[in-house]
């Protein structure tokens, strides 16, 4: 295991060890797998995959439904938080999943796993707390343990799109400071920019067969996603306004105004909203 030292060190936007954003992350956790249409692509062959790594797992929501999933497969998770790691390892524990084990790990130190370990590495969201500069040395580390044959799956988000001016603000406010903070492959500041280069990263790190699907998630007014979204996004701008003032972007009170209004507006009839994310996913070579 790392040292603590090394356990403390992490560019998330949002404090990792909140017990807000490991709520937030649950609920979220379901949907996104729900949109994607479960935990795995359709191409995916699972019958020579034994050993999975799931990497920020966060609450351990994917990792856990895997191991329920599939009873043969060993499934190890891992995160710097560790409220999370403990809650996940709690979850496994009550809910009779043997086969689940969670780790605290710090994903931006050498990865604690010997050579050629996983049959399958699974990666999401985690532009909110990897710098640009970051992503090769990360996934040269998954290339490591990732065994021939073996795949890796990431998953990366890009802005909303909605016509609430507010939320939109927000939005900005986020690549903005994602921008100044150097956690964006975007040129510019107007988006997050790391889903174009997912197939780049992999083809670049040594995987092969590299593949992609994008997603959307709906979540206008009337939606089945509305009210989920809705308090998502309740919890999850205001624990960004940390964020947005540490990097210069805005003040907490004009955070504050911006965001009961971004509130108000998502309750409009008329309230339409668009996520955006993508998946891509490359084989090591035998």
Known sequence: MPEENNLSKTTYFIEAENAAEMARLIH?????????????????????????????????????????????????????????????????TQMQVPN????????LQPLAFSDNAFDLINVRFIS?????????????????????????????????????????????FLARAMHRAGQSSSPNELQFGVTPLLRSFLNRTGYVNVQKAAYVLES???????????????????????????????????????????????LEPDYCALWYFLSAWGEKPR
């Open 28 to 92: 979220q956790d379901r949907i996104i797998t729900r949109c994607m249409g479960g935990l795995f692509p359709p191409q995916f062959d699972l019958t020579g995959i034994h050993d999975i790594l799931d990497i920020a797992c966060g609450p351990g929501g994917w990792a856990l439904d895997v191991a329920r999933a599939y009873p043969d497969k060993r499934v190890t998770a891992i995160d710097i938080s560790q409220i999370m790691v403990g809650f996940a390892q709690y979850q496994a």
């Open 100 to 107: 689940a084990h969670f780790q605290t790990m710090n994903i």
């Open 128 to 172: 909110g707390f990897l710098l640009q500069t970051q992503w090769p040395p990360f996934l040269q580390e998954c290339f490591r343990i990732t065994r021939p044959g073996g795949l890796i799956r990431l998953t990366e988000p890009d802005r909303t799109i909605s016509n609430s001016p507010s939320v939109e603000q927000l939005n900005d």
């Open 220 to 266: 206008s007014a009337s939606t089945e996603e509305h009210l989920s979204q809705y308090q998502n996004s309740m919890v999850f701008f205001k624990l960004l306004q940390p964020f947005f003032v540490k990097t210069g972007i805005t003040t907490q009170e004009e955070a504050e105004v911006l965001y009961q209004r971004a509130l108000e507006e998502m």
